[in-house]
């Protein structure tokens, strides 16, 4: 018989090689990992690419949905976004200095002029790498105070909370974090999508896309109502379609104005608006040439418009109609 081959050391040159390309191999991988959730291509990658393999895109056609609506007959506007702005989540305007706050998927808050050409300040509103803060952040709103130093910004999310930011000083456009307002376990474990304050009633509305509740809220973070949307009654003659339920409606943004809550859904496009008291649906229209929206903001009689994106996509522009806010 044979003897039995006995294993024999490799050579110092072939060890060395060896080394060398385990090396080489955890150097890569550090370098990928980091790559990948640290900077916005691991975003890209993770939700953009492989994230939406199977996923379909929002109906936007306001006749397929759950409701009927006429469509708005008047122009829409768009208004280019200053340059860095990337995947706007919320919009709502500071009526003490004149300026918009713009939230983004990523967690960022921008504050830009009265015009909305100019970028005023940016800070990062989540301190947690881009992966983990995309879509974190969905809207922002406006909570004024006694005092422009007291006012505040609000913002909601999958953060189970409001966290509040207050102004740096005076009427500058720059922020800081602020005391957070803690929300109970019905709130904090839905994905919160929109956000309004009511100075008169000194109370948050908050919707989510996952139910057909709007949500008053107070200021320690307490339910004070629960407005369900799916209840008949609550529409106007006929604007139910048969056999169609409410809650498929995607409640994406909030904004008061003159005594009326105003929401719009990122799918079927259709412009809501509601009694504040009631939450009863006093007039709806479609807005067919708007796109998918991500929050609205009316001031003035207007009504501005953040629109929807993956991060690989053409960035939209900011979307703005005519609207008479005091009627039905």
């Known amino acids: 018989m044979k003897p039995e081959p006995k294993d024999t050391p490799l050579p110092q040159e072939s060890m060395t090689r060896h080394r060398?390309?385990?090396?080489?191999?955890?150097?890569?991988?550090?370098?990928?990992?980091?790559?990948?959730?640290?900077?916005?291509?691991g975003v890209w990658v993770f939700l953009d690419l492989l994230g939406s393999l199977d996923e379909q895109p929002l109906p936007l056609d306001a006749s397929a949905g759950p409701v009927s609506s006429p469509p708005f007959a008047g122009p829409i506007a768009s208004l280019e976004m200053p340059p860095g702005?990337?995947?706007p989540s919320g919009i709502t305007f500071d009526p003490q200095t004149r300026t918009?706050?713009?939230?983004?998927?990523?967690?960022?808050?921008f504050v830009l002029d009265e015009s909305m050409t100019r970028v005023l300040s940016r800070r990062l509103?989540?301190?947690?790498?881009?992966?983990?803060?995309?879509?974190?952040?969905?809207?922002?709103?406006?909570?004024?105070g006694a005092r422009t130093a007291d006012d505040r910004l609000a913002f909601i999310g999958?953060?189970?909370?409001?966290?509040?930011?207050?102004?740096?000083?005076?009427?500058?456009?720059?922020?800081?974090?602020?005391?957070?307002?803690?929300?109970?376990?019905?709130?904090?474990?839905?994905?919160?999508?929109?956000?309004?304050?009511?100075?008169?009633?000194?109370?948050?509305?908050?919707a989510s896309t996952d139910s057909s509740i709007l949500y008053l809220v107070n200021p320690n973070g307490s339910i004070a109502r629960r407005l369900d949307l799916e209840a008949s009654d609550r529409w106007p003659p006929g604007a139910l379609e048969p056999g169609r339920r409410v809650d498929e409606?995607?409640?994406?943004?909030?904004?008061?104005?003159?005594?009326?809550?105003?929401?719009?859904?990122?799918?079927y496009t259709t412009l809501l608006q509601l009694d504040p008291r009631s939450g009863n649906v006093v007039g709806l229209q479609s807005l067919p040439k708007l796109g998918e929206a991500s929050d609205l903001a009316l001031v003035e009689g207007k009504a501005v418009f953040t629109l929807?994106?993956?991060?690989?996509?053409?960035?939209?522009?900011?979307?703005?109609?005519?609207?008479?806010?005091?009627?039905?």
């Open 20 to 41: 060398s390309n385990l090396a080489a191999a955890a150097i890569v991988l550090i370098v990928v990992s980091t790559l990948l959730l640290t900077t916005r291509l």
């Open 85 to 87: 702005i990337e995947q």
């Open 100 to 109: 918009w706050a713009i939230s983004t998927d990523q967690a960022e808050l």
């Open 125 to 144: 509103l989540l301190r947690t790498p881009p992966l983990f803060r995309q879509g974190q952040i969905e809207a922002v709103a406006f909570v004024p």
């Open 158 to 206: 999958e953060i189970g909370k409001i966290q509040m930011w207050r102004r740096l000083a005076g009427d500058s456009p720059e922020w800081e974090s602020a005391a957070s307002i803690s929300l109970p376990g019905e709130l904090a474990e839905l994905e919160a999508s929109a956000l309004a304050f009511d100075p008169s009633a000194g109370k948050f509305f908050i």
């Open 249 to 267: 409606l995607r409640i994406s943004g909030l904004s008061l104005a003159d005594g009326y809550l105003w929401a719009v859904t990122e799918n």
């Open 308 to 328: 929807d994106h993956n991060w690989n996509d053409p960035r939209p522009t900011f979307r703005r109609i005519d609207l008479l806010t005091g009627s039905g």
